[in-house]
């Protein structure tokens, strides 16, 4: 049962554009999503992550936006840049849980 | 570098032994998370510890069990193995609870 889905398997972007990530989930419990990068050979460095009481938080060029009513929430990264060149992953998480549900995760390319 | 270690980076077994995987968490953090990532499937939860004591199960085997010591480092141990056990294995730490994960760099395992 996937709870976590991230329905674009690749993205391609020109440097300098903005690359946006989308992610959908089915679990109304979960209240904690967090984006992860991984470059192959390498665990998952965390990016950016948001809290179910709000709908948008930004930390440098990443943005997250949370739209609980959609059950949806996606990543802004602006401006691209060719070392965002990695695998994107989405993960939920509820409070009372502790352990990440993830996506399958959307490879971003970007391009000269 | 998250500050999660993991030992060793790589292993190369064969069908039916035993291996033991390492891990030590972040200064600080009570909590070590296992998951495996095979090629068909995304990052799956196997287990979490909280300061030594069993938190949480995931879709972990009978055949894998694992721990977590006084001096919160935990160990991973897979036994009887196949060759559908070829994954890597992640293993990531927090403070406590559902907040951030800080993932180690992995052991990549192929059973042969």
């Known amino acids: 049962d996937q709870q976590v889905k991230q329905n674009s398997p690749s993205l391609s972007v020109q440097e300098g554009r903005i690359s946006i990530l989308n992610c959908d989930y089915t679990n109304s419990m979960f209240d904690y999503f967090l984006w992860y990068k991984k470059y192959p050979a390498e665990g998952p460095t965390f990016l950016i992550s948001?809290?179910?009481?709000?709908d948008k938080n930004e930390d440098g060029r990443f943005t997250v936006f949370l739209n609980k009513s959609a059950k949806h929430l996606s990543l802004h990264i602006v401006p691209s840049q060719p070392g965002d060149s990695a695998v994107y992953f989405c993960a939920a998480s509820a409070v009372s849980w502790g352990k990440l549900q993830f996506g399958a995760g959307t490879q971003v390319v970007v391009t000269p | 570098d998250s500050g999660v270690t993991q030992t060793p980076k790589h292993l190369i077994t064969a069908t039916g032994q035993r291996v033991t995987l390492r891990c030590s968490p972040r200064?600080?953090?009570?909590?070590v998370y296992w998951y495996q990532q095979s090629l068909d499937q995304g990052l799956q939860f196997l287990i979490q510890?909280?300061?030594?004591?069993?938190?949480a199960k995931g879709n972990i085997l009978e055949r894998f069990s694992a721990q977590q010591f006084p001096d919160l480092h935990s160990e991973l141990n897979l036994s009887s193995l196949e060759l559908g056990d070829s994954a890597l294995y992640f293993c990531?730490?927090?403070?406590?609870?559902?907040?951030?994960?800080?993932f180690g760099p992995g052991t990549r395992l192929l059973v042969l």
């Open positions: 948001i809290s179910s009481i709000k």
């Open positions: 200064s600080g953090d009570l909590s």
């Open positions: 510890y909280y300061n030594g004591e069993e938190r």
């Open positions: 990531a730490s927090s403070a406590g609870g559902a907040e951030t994960q800080y």
